[in-house]
């Protein structure tokens, strides 16, 4: 398991996450995500907004290198996930990695 695996676990153990690209999208543009992250295989219309978003909200977008299906079981849910934003990242230094 990668250490952005182990971190975002951790992050969705003790912070405050949101999945789901209409999430991700309504909080770039409100200005209260610290970190969106997308899949691999997020659908292109929706990985164009996000980045879009982010970056004229200054949010960093990382795109994760597994598919959805594979974001969906990191995260413990029992679908796929395309798109996800960190809130809070909680005792997780996910934010960190990003930023190198």
């Known amino acids: 398991m990668s250490s ?4 975002l676990r951790l992050a969705l153990s003790t912070g405050k996450v949101q999945v789901g ?15 969106a992250i997308v899949s691999s295989n997020c659908p292109l219309d929706a990985l164009e907004t996000i980045k879009n978003y982010g970056k004229l909200s200054e949010i960093p977008v990382m795109e994760h290198p597994k598919d ?18 960190i809130n809070e990242p909680g005792d997780s230094k996910i934010l960190d990695l990003v930023k190198k």
């Open 21 to 35: 690209s209409k999430i991700t999208v309504r909080e770039l543009r409100r200005g209260r995500a610290k970190l």
């Open 4 to 7: 952005i695996d182990h971190e």
């Open 68 to 85: 959805s299906v594979d974001l969906g079981t990191l995260c413990g849910k029992p679908f796929p996930v395309s798109a996800m934003v």
